[in-house]
């Protein structure tokens, strides 16, 4: 199938990635270590993506109806990283713990937001970066090519593109794009009897930052995924009532079960939203064909995110149903316009960012010609392929891109077969199931109770060495995978 090219020299490629958050920068960096020519687009004002915290939210649009939504960061204040910082990190850029700064296990968004930031000086992403460039059109030439405009938000005095000034437009063309733009933004709303016409506040965790204007409310949180476990727990420190609505009872885990236990005084698990009434109070469905309602002030959905990419004009190639994107072969190339269109960072549940340093290491190779991909009806083959087994399994459409952390097989596999990236073995690989073992079993305190024990501690001892080895001496980290020197300037040893 996939199959290494032989002895042409590798082509270098004029390639735009939109997007630098966590994704964007790995594309960024794989594709210039494959010698493309690489400009990164990104409309914030800072490199991070989710992880640089924006305060503001969507005030005007709080259930995020309109889309695209204006403010990209879904964080809240009081976020910290759910995976440890041993088995988030680049492969070769260890989230080591910094003096003077959150050397927590699990830290803040802002420790991750700046890792990101000294991940981008250290491998001299930033001279490709251009910042405050919001992706406005993305389409294919005649010639198989890519005209992108873009628009300098800097030049125009709202950052709403209805009130752009043609002066603030860029046109480029470049021989491929990587789509990078994220995929935890643009809220997913249930539809619940009730919801267009009730009279409390409803809005999305896309928007909520701190628990205070919550304070003496009763509150239902619809959602019971991490955001949604995370902001019941936060916003019951302050709410008369909080209603955490599971959708299921496979969802109450024994680590949500010991939580409920501990704060059954004013958190409450519910397991379904029957109607949002006129009179103001929410109706449930308890099971077992009994019911109950109670009067709320506030209804928070933490029902997930759509995938958007508004500005991307592909005639119908590629398609978001049912937060189904495709079809995208290994959820990466859509076969009619491979390999010039490619996506990093469509799956989900996935260990970040070594899964999108595999996915753009591929991009980086088949575009330099050094691997070839199937042809497009074999592409389209595995694709339908895929859906009908994960249909038989059970897996419904908006699932697709769910890999599951679990799963390290697929992860070492996918990087195996296209692009030799190194499988996880040893110790690091007892890291990384250690960590999703530790979400999962003591959901509210792992975070700062996880108990290291026998081939854990051992794992963490080793991780710590290769820190402390890797401090005195960072890798040539710039380096062309086939031994040419930086492209930069900036890392000039050999690996
Ligand atoms: C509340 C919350 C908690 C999370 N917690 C964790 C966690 O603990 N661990 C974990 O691994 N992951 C977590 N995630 C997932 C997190 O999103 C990923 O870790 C990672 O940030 C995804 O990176 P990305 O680059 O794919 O997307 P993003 O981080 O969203 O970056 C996409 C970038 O594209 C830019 N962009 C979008 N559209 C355009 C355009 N038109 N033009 C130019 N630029 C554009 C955006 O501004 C952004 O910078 C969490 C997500 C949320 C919302």
């Not at 939580?259 to 099971?287: I, P, Q, Y």
């Not at 070594?354 to 074999?378: C, I, N, Y």
């Not at 109770?449 to 051992?458: F, L």
């Not at 040539?476 to 040419?484: F, I, K, L, N």
Request: net charge negative; proline share 6%; with cysteine.
């Amino acid at each position: 199938m996939d199959t290494v090219c032989g002895s042409e020299p590798p082509q270098s490629k004029k390639v735009c990635v939109i997007g630098a958050g966590m994704a964007g920068l790995a594309a960024a960096r794989e594709l210039r270590r494959e010698a493309h020519d690489v400009t990164v687009l990104e409309q914030s004002g800072d490199v991070g993506g989710q992880w640089l915290y924006d305060p503001r939210t969507d005030a005007a649009d709080p259930l995020g109806v309109a889309a695209p939504v204006k403010v990209h960061s879904s964080i809240y204040a009081s976020l910290r990283l759910i995976s440890p910082r041993q088995s988030t990190g680049f492969t070769d850029f260890p989230f080591c713990p910094k003096s003077g700064r959150d050397d927590r296990r699990f830290p803040g968004h802002r420790e991750v937001h700046l890792y990101l930031k000294d991940f981008c000086n250290a491998f001299g992403l930033m001279e490709a970066v251009r910042l405050n460039t919001r992706v406005l059109h993305a389409a294919m030439t005649p010639a198989r090519r890519w005209a992108v405009r873009s628009m300098d938000l800097g030049l125009v005095e709202c950052d709403d593109t209805d009130e752009k000034t043609l002066d603030a437009y860029v046109d480029e063309v470049f021989d491929a794009v990587v789509v990078a733009t994220g995929h935890y933004s643009q809220p997913r709303l249930p539809s619940i009897e009730g919801m267009e016409t009730w009279r409390g506040r409803q809005m999305h965790s896309h928007s909520y930052r701190v628990p205070e204007p919550f304070r003496g409310e009763v509150v239902v949180v619809v959602g019971c995924g991490e955001s949604g476990k995370d902001i019941a727990m936060e916003i019951r420190g302050v709410a008369k009532e909080v209603y955490l609505v599971a959708g299921s009872m496979e969802a109450v885990t024994p680590g949500l079960s010991k939580v409920l236990a501990k704060h059954s005084a004013n958190l409450h698990l519910r397991l379904e939203v029957e109607r949002l009434c006129e009179d103001g109070r929410v109706a449930f469905k308890d099971g077992g064909g009994s019911s109950s309602s109670i009067a709320a002030d506030t209804v928070i959905y933490c029902t997930g995110y759509s995938y958007s990419f508004p500005f991307l004009e592909t005639g119908g190639a590629v398609a978001v149903d049912d937060n189904r994107v495709g079809p995208l072969f290994e959820h990466v190339f859509p076969p009619s316009l491979a390999p010039s269109l490619s996506f990093v960072g469509v799956p989900r549940k996935i260990f970040a960012p070594r899964f999108f340093e595999t996915q753009a290491r591929w991009v980086a190779q088949v575009l330099s010609g050094r691997r070839a991909l199937p042809a497009e009806e074999e592409m389209l083959r595995s694709v339908e392929e895929f859906y009908r087994a994960r249909e038989a399994a059970g897996v419904p459409r908006k699932y697709t891109h769910e890999i599951g952390r679990r799963d390290i097989t697929y992860m070492d596999d996918f990087g195996e077969k296209y692009c030799d990236f190194p499988r996880v073995e040893g110790w690091k690989h007892e890291l990384l199931v250690s960590s999703v073992r530790g979400m999962i079993e003591n959901l509210e305190t792992f975070r700062d109770d996880y108990k290291d024990t026998g081939s854990i501690r051992r794992a963490m001892q080793e991780w710590h060495l290769s820190c402390v080895q890797w401090q005195s001496s960072p890798p040539s980290c710039c380096s062309y995978t086939d031994g040419r020197p930086c492209p930069t300037g900036l890392h000039q040893r050999a690996q």
